[in-house]
């Protein structure tokens, strides 16, 4: 049984985060990937829960582990990704029990409104304009090459796609998975670059 | 490595749109902690599905769920939006391309498959379509010019009048569906003044979205979608952006009518309303005894030359 005790206002000390990615790269030096692989997947868990504080509940995860590393040395109940999510698991039913779930809930229903039910505001256009050209001063940012992969990679559809993902793996002497993995690495970056640009952090 | 290389991609998507079990959700929840390599292929997954939904490739059932579950939170809005623009940056790129000089370098086969090889498939058609599409473009955007310089030359009205009529006649002996609705009809190329279109609706086995080719500054385009049901005495079609969801216009409420075998529902839209990009007409039978009836969506993609 894991437990997992409900102490959000505690931070790590440097020796609990220090603790944290050690036990996270179990015995390698990652340089602080594994920290930031596990972070990235338990934000997506929460995205696809719904979670509006995806960042802040994953935050939580990994500080309610770090607490538990701290006070008992050590973690034998699972594997270091498995028991991240357990705790993950544990934060997200109680972000469910929070007052600000129902005003979330109700914030989100615009969203899923049918298409005729929403108007178009001169609004969506300028964001629109926005976007577009955040994302291309974002692309000059990239390397030629990472701009080239990263546009080639996600060119045509269906058949057309898989087929020139085959042969850009081919030209670029990879296997199709380490390809998939640089291309979504590259769309996270500029995604992340254009959310900056628009001033959305 | 990971031990779920045999995961079916469509669970995946299933997942995505909340659409799995309830068993394959808790599953792949876990697994898309505990496992990188399934982690990886989920973002993919994920990035292909925002990528169909900004290029209107979604059928009914995956838009409408999609809608629901996936667009609930503002990060995945976002995200969606992204795709928009990358589709569009993407599409963009695409119609800057010079047809004539590619169809003779290496890199043509690139202009190839965004224009002509998704509707048919074979390079022999492929070549005949750009041809196409170069030809009639060219009428379209520079039918002044010409008119004046057929005027003035019987030299250059004849060469124009025999390339015209060559076009005329490869359209002709086109059906309208097989090349998509990427060129305007002959009609159209006759008149030069409404360019008209012909929509069928989407469909799974669709290779891709029709892609229609405006000449700059057209005043009105004349749209025909076409029914598979004709259970209504009036329709109405409905402009949509496929990211925003937004309603950007919609038509008069009107009859359906026959066009050779096909019947279809015909209106007219300001060309205002169109800058290049993806939307969805989405178009819904109307009766005095319900509500609007959705009966057909028919995504597309705007060019404009």
Known sequence: ?201 | MSGNAELDPQLLVRYLLGAASEEESARLDELSVTDEELAWRLRDAENDLLDAYARGDLSPDELRNFSAAYLASPARRHRAAFARALQNHQLGTAATEDPSRDTKRASSAKLSRTLVFRWLGSPAFAAVSMLLIAGATYLFVDNSRLRHQLQESERIQASLKAERARFETQLGTQQPHDIGSSLPSSKAVGALAVPSFFLRPSGRDAAGIPQLILPRGARNVRLSLKLEVNDFSRYQAMLLDPAGLHQLWRSAPGPAKTEGRERVFTFTVPGTMFAPGRYVFELNGLSTQSSPEPVGTFPFAVVVK
Do not use: H
């Not at chain 1, 990615?21 to 338990?42: F, M, P, T, V």
């Not at chain 1, 357990?86 to 779930?101: D, G, K, M, N, T």
């Open chain 1, 1 to 201: 049984m894991v437990n997992v005790s409900r102490k959000k206002d505690w931070e790590p000390s440097e020796s609990a985060f220090r603790g944290l990615l050690n036990w996270l790269d179990a015995g390698e030096d990652s340089d602080g990937r594994r920290y930031l692989d596990i972070r990235r997947r338990l934000v997506l868990y929460f995205e696809r829960k719904n979670c509006l504080a995806s960042q802040e509940l994953a935050d939580e995860t990994l500080n309610r582990v770090a607490r538990r590393l701290e006070e008992q040395g050590c973690i034998r109940d699972a594997a270091p990704a498995q028991y991240c999510y357990i705790v993950a698991r544990f934060v997200f039913l109680e972000s469910l029990r929070e007052p600000e779930a129902q005003s979330r809930a109700l914030s989100d229903e615009s969203a899923s409104s049918p298409p005729g039910q929403r108007a178009r505001s001169s609004d969506d256009d300028r964001s629109s304009k926005e976007m577009l050209q955040a994302l291309e001063e974002c692309l000059t940012t990239l390397a030629p090459s990472d701009r080239e992969l990263m546009l080639e990679y996600y060119r045509g559809e269906r058949q057309e796609k898989i087929r020139g993902r085959k042969a850009l793996a081919g030209r670029l002497g990879v296997t199709l998975n380490a390809l998939t993995i640089r291309a979504c690495r590259l769309r996270d970056k500029l995604e992340a670059c254009v959310r900056r640009r628009l001033g959305e952090s």
